[in-house]
T-cell receptor, first 115, second 110 residues
């Protein structure tokens, strides 16, 4: 069975600080996909990124960056120069290749950015 | 852009009532899902469907049923609502891996 752990339940940072959200996953499969979703206070989960298990290249998108390390089974998410609009719950998730019906979600990390 | 809509943002029902939650997607996705979200428990899969009239149980199907008569529409049914079904219900759809979510329905059962 798959498992996704987000050990940080809540994080508070002051605006413009950098913050890293941790995600550790467990799976015996070698082919899988990892995701991050953002859930703002409005409630709708928004897809941020997908990474497949064969691509360990880090990715940067504006102030967001993701660090995927298979050696430590981690897929961490960093927000640089945080803003109040980044306040949300962030979910890390895993899905097996071919098993696209079922996603394993972490329990989420609530990020509060204080102005 | 993918659009997933849910029939209500907020709903209040009484114990024992039959409750219908509707979800519609406009991207011709094969897969549709119903989750419930509770504090500290994250998202838990109730049911999913990979085709019209097809359904599969998720992790917590007890007390729920679903219906998918058309590809774009996936309904969640609470046959006899109970207070422990008070929760946020999220619908999602996907073609392959990324799931796209609706805004959620916050259901309160009194």
């Amino acid at each position: 069975a798959q498992k996704v752990t987000q050990a940080q339940t809540e994080i508070s940072v002051v605006e413009k600080e950098d913050v890293t959200l941790d995600c550790v996953y467990e799976t015996r499969d070698t082919t899988y996909y990892l995701f991050w979703y953002k859930q703002p206070p409005s409630g709708e989960l928004v897809f941020l990124i997908r990474r497949n298990s064969f691509d360990e290249q880090n990715e940067i998108s504006g102030r967001y960056s993701w660090n995927f390390q298979k050696s430590t089974s981690s897929f961490n998410f960093t927000i640089t120069a945080s803003q109040v609009v980044d306040s949300a719950v962030y979910f890390c998730a895993l899905i097996l290749s071919g098993g696209y019906q079922k996603v394993t979600f972490g329990t989420g990390t609530k990020l509060q950015v204080i102005p | 852009d993918v659009k997933v809509t849910q029939s209500s943002r907020y709903l209040v029902k009484r114990t024992g009532e039959k409750v219908f939650l509707e979800c519609v997607q406009d991207m011709d996705h094969e897969n549709m899902f119903w989750y419930r979200q509770d504090p500290g428990l994250g998202l838990r899969l109730i049911y999913f469907s990979y085709d019209v009239k097809m359904k599969e149980k998720g992790d917590i199907p007890e007390g729920y049923s679903v219906s998918r008569e058309k590809k774009e529409r996936f309904s969640l049914i609470l046959e006899s609502a109970s207070t422990n079904q008070t929760s946020m219900y999220l619908c999602a759809s996907s073609r392959y891996y990324e799931q796209y979510f609706g805004p959620g329905t916050r259901l309160t059962v009194t």
